[in-house]
């Protein structure tokens, strides 16, 4: 999907108190970005924040960091964090793979994946977040006992997934291909925007959660 380039959204995004602009500073000190501390969990690929903002708003002894790539999409999280103002999120525009450079060692209790590009083309299969390579980075920011949660509607690449996550010796300790029919893993879940698309159409959702097996 071509995303619209929306005029102006670098200056927004640059201007805004709820982007971390130097998120690199950041790394080992999260918590003083906070008006309170907690364990921190981050959403990679937040898209428009919908996901992000109930999450965070449900638990506000927790604090929550949203990544997102594309400054037209970020643009829509700003504008959804300006008008609910909730102290326990922050954003930032970057790429995924540099995510050990911007987090310490065990300092991320987990990690959101909500329908992820699913990079269909084999030469691009390391760019998947759930690939060995991301699995790999995320192992080295995750303390003990943290989790991954991705979910998905793409049947392909959520096989890739469980494969990845075999071959990474991580611990899978739920699976389903059909969440929204799970009365136990259905519980509490925050849909995302395209998760509402997706399951409308009658697309059935894929939910996995993972940690390291050494966690």
Aim: neutral net charge; aromatic residues 10%; contains cysteine.
């Amino acid at each position: 999907m071509r995303l619209r380039n929306i005029k102006g959204s670098r200056e927004i995004i640059a201007a805004s108190p709820f982007v971390v602009h130097q998120e690199t500073n950041e790394k080992g000190n999260w918590n003083r970005l906070f008006e309170q501390k907690g364990p921190l969990y981050i959403e990679i690929g937040m898209g428009k924040g919908q996901f992000l903002t109930e999450l965070a708003a449900g638990n506000p002894e927790k604090n929550f960091v949203g990544i997102e790539k594309y400054s037209s999409v970020l643009l829509r999280a700003i504008e959804k964090q300006q008008e609910l103002q909730l102290p326990n999120v922050k954003l930032i525009r970057m790429d995924a793979e540099y995510i050990t450079d911007v987090f310490a060692p065990g300092e991320v209790a987990g990690i959101y994946l909500n329908f992820s590009d699913p990079w269909p083309k084999d030469r691009h299969e390391k760019r998947r977040l759930t690939s060995k390579q991301f699995l790999r980075r995320y192992e080295q920011i995750l303390s003990p006992g943290g989790t991954v949660q991705f979910k998905t509607d793409n049947q392909a690449l959520f096989d890739f997934s469980l494969e990845e996550a075999s071959q990474a010796g991580w611990e899978l300790l739920c699976v389903t291909r059909d969440l929204h029919q799970d009365p136990v893993l259905c519980r509490g879940n925050i849909m995302t925007e395209y998760e509402e698309r997706f399951s409308s159409m009658g697309n059935p959702i894929c939910m996995l959660r993972m940690r390291p097996a050494d966690k």
